[in-house]
């Protein structure tokens, strides 16, 4: 069954540095995502990314955001002056049809 | 008002027992709906869609009632492996997914 996958599973980095996280949706799919869940609390919609540009970004993606598909595989997303408050999981999503399938995660920390 | 809200929980329950799950939101423009399963640390997995009609999937049962803005989960003969956090999902137009909080559930033996 085709799957999400991302990496690195885990990614420690001192505040202040730049990080991208690495996506490879499924292969038919159109439609991506990035949520971040931070421990204990809700999952939360970053942004999402069609037909090379930026559908939708919520008020959390702010500059220090950014989001890539540098060629027909993989989905990115920078953090470019890392913070605190951005330690959690992020998740990697992509859709075809009505069904978002989610990556397994990675989970930052931000020392 | 948040968007999408759930009792946290927790529900400890025995096995073979019968659990429902409420959930409630706030935008009646909302056009999907879903319940998504998570376990501890790991990525939210499509449990099942919710259709205004009702639907089963073997012993999961979804309900939505668009007058009320209410969607509920009932789980019959809880297994040991339902134990899990139990996230309620709205999307609108834009295919935003709006996540609640989560009900969690503990199976014990």
């Known amino acids: 069954e085709p799957e999400v996958t991302q990496t690195p599973s885990h990614q420690v980095t001192q505040m202040g540095q730049e990080v991208i996280l690495r996506c490879v949706p499924i292969s038919n799919h159109l439609y991506f995502y990035w949520y971040r869940q931070i421990l204990g609390q809700k999952v939360e919609f970053l942004v999402s990314f069609y037909n090379n540009e930026i559908s939708e970004k919520s008020e959390i993606f702010d500059d220090q955001f950014s989001v890539e598909r540098p060629d027909g595989s993989n989905f990115t997303l920078k953090i470019r002056s890392t913070k605190l408050e951005d330690s959690a999981m992020y998740f990697c999503a992509s859709r075809s049809t009505d069904t978002q399938y989610f990556g397994p995660g990675t989970r930052l920390t931000v020392l | 008002r948040k968007e999408v809200e759930q009792d946290p929980g927790p529900f400890n329950v025995p096995e073979g027992a019968t659990v429902a799950f409420n959930c409630t939101y706030s935008n009646s423009a909302s056009q999907s709906f879903f319940w998504y399963r998570q376990d501890c640390r790991k990525e939210p997995k499509l449990l099942m869609s919710v259709y205004s009609s009702g639907n089963e999937d073997g012993r999961f049962t979804a309900q939505l009632n668009r007058a009320s803005q209410y969607i509920s989960l009932l789980i019959r003969d809880s297994k040991l492996s339902d134990s899990a956090t139990y996230l309620c999902?709205?999307?609108?137009?834009?295919?935003?997914?709006?996540f609640g909080s989560g009900t969690r559930l503990l199976v014990r033996p």
């Open positions: 999902v709205v999307h609108y137009s834009s295919y935003k997914l709006i």
